[in-house]
């Protein structure tokens, strides 16, 4: 044996695992077992969400809130809610609002109801295809000081409550001057139309709500209640990357044991 082979520290073959690539495997693991967590809850508020939504639109007929409740309102607590409501459309206040429907592009046709006990409710009436000259017919009127005081026959609508739509990221910006919508925007609406006391919420009505002197029987009953549920996948997804981590990490280690062990019986 020579003198240096002796002074030479033994090689167990043994592969040290990277400290650094432990600690990464280790929060790559938590972060996507915390993201799957994370999704599984959302899975769960989505379908509470559906559920109570489903209640709403298939539940018996009830009042709209009231001009004491305007303030409290939220999607949580009332979108989608079927309402039942009496009194008199001002028609030639009708705002047309570009739409894309399952019977082709058109417009939603906005108007304000008057109700018996003084309130303005926007509703809308439904849709009309496009290329009827809606912005003409439809001017960009604005109400009078006794606003109620000109309406329609009396109607009872009934259909689901709506939080306003203003516009986003994604969306084109009203014109309110040109008579151009894009959104429904309630309060937009209801501030070209000078509707300062009108509702902060509009009705979609059901079909068959046209009174016999609604012009231009638009078709009611769009309505698309539809929520995307995509959280389960995406759970599996981030748990199914948090398994690949882990054992991705492990069969490190292992293939650095096994190889450590066949060096020391080679020797």
């Known amino acids: 044996m020579r003198d240096s082979d002796q002074g030479a520290a033994p090689d167990t073959g043994r592969k040290r695992i990277n400290p650094f690539l432990t600690v990464l495997g280790l929060l790559l693991v938590l972060l996507f077992a915390s993201l799957g967590t994370w999704q599984v809850y959302r899975l769960q508020w989505k379908l509470d969400l559906i559920a ?19 303030a409290g309102i939220t999607p949580a607590s009332d979108e989608y809610r079927r309402v039942q409501v009496r009194g008199n459309y001002l028609y030639d206040l009708t705002t047309p609002v570009q739409a894309l429907t399952e019977q082709g592009s058109g417009y939603w046709l906005l108007t304000p109801l008057c109700t018996a006990d003084g309130q303005i409710i926007i509703v809308n009436r439904g849709f009309i295809p496009a290329g009827l000259g809606e912005r003409t017919r439809y001017a960009p009127r604005r109400a009078g000081a006794q606003a109620c005081a000109s309406q329609g026959a009396p109607a009872t609508i009934t259909g689901l409550l709506r939080i306003s739509e203003p516009g986003g990221a994604f969306t084109r910006n009203n014109d309110p001057a040109a008579n151009r919508w894009f959104v429904r925007d309630v309060r937009a609406i209801a501030a070209a139309r000078g509707l300062p006391q009108a509702a902060p919420y509009f009705i979609d009505a059901a079909a068959g709500q046209n009174p016999p002197d609604s012009p231009d029987r638009p078709i009611g009953g769009l309505t698309v209640v539809n929520f995307s549920n995509t959280h389960l ?27 450590g062990a066949r060096n020391e019986r080679d020797d």
């Open 52 to 70: 109570r939504v489903e209640a709403r639109v298939h539940a018996a007929p009830v009042a709209p809130p009231p001009s004491a409740r305007w």
């Open 233 to 259: 996948v995406y759970a599996l997804t981030w748990y199914a990357l948090a398994l690949m981590v882990a054992g991705g990490w492990w069969w490190t280690v292992r293939s650095g044991a096994q190889g």
